[in-house]
């Protein structure tokens, strides 16, 4: 069974950073895509980014270029997700979530079937 265990959250001011990683664990496959979603109070999860570890460009929603970044280290299966220059409507819960495969853009919550608990990212102006 697949396991999601993130990690790296906290509060930051606006204008800080943060960066998030999320460690896989008993991937039946070798080939997976891995995304963050994150989830404020009151709104319905969003796609924030997302990779394909058998190659291709990664995924990221418009209104985050050039603030957020992913990369992975595929030896330890994990996605980190590096977030600057944040605001305070960043503040959410950060979920990371894998699929097996390949994914498709904009990442849609109901194509992950698994899941991480989610760590809270808070930005304060």
């Known amino acids: 069974q697949v396991q999601l265990v993130e990690s790296g959250g906290g509060s930051v001011q606006a204008g800080g950073s943060l960066s998030l990683s999320c460690a896989a664990s008993?991937?039946?496959?070798?080939?997976?895509?891995m995304a963050w979603f994150r989830q404020a109070l009151g709104q319905e999860r969003e796609g924030v980014a997302c990779i394909y570890n058998g190659g291709g460009s990664p995924y990221y929603a418009e209104s985050l270029k050039g603030r957020f970044s992913l990369s992975q280290d595929n030896t330890e299966n994990t996605l980190y997700l590096q977030m600057n220059s944040l605001k305070p409507e960043d503040t959410a819960m950060y979920y990371c979530?894998?699929?097996?495969?390949?994914?498709?853009?904009?990442?849609?919550?109901?194509?992950?079937?698994?899941w991480g608990q989610g760590t809270q990212v808070t930005v304060s102006s």
């Open positions: 008993g991937s039946r496959y070798s080939y997976y895509s």
């Open positions: 979530a894998l699929r097996y495969g390949g994914f498709t853009a904009p990442t849609r919550e109901r194509d992950f079937p698994y």
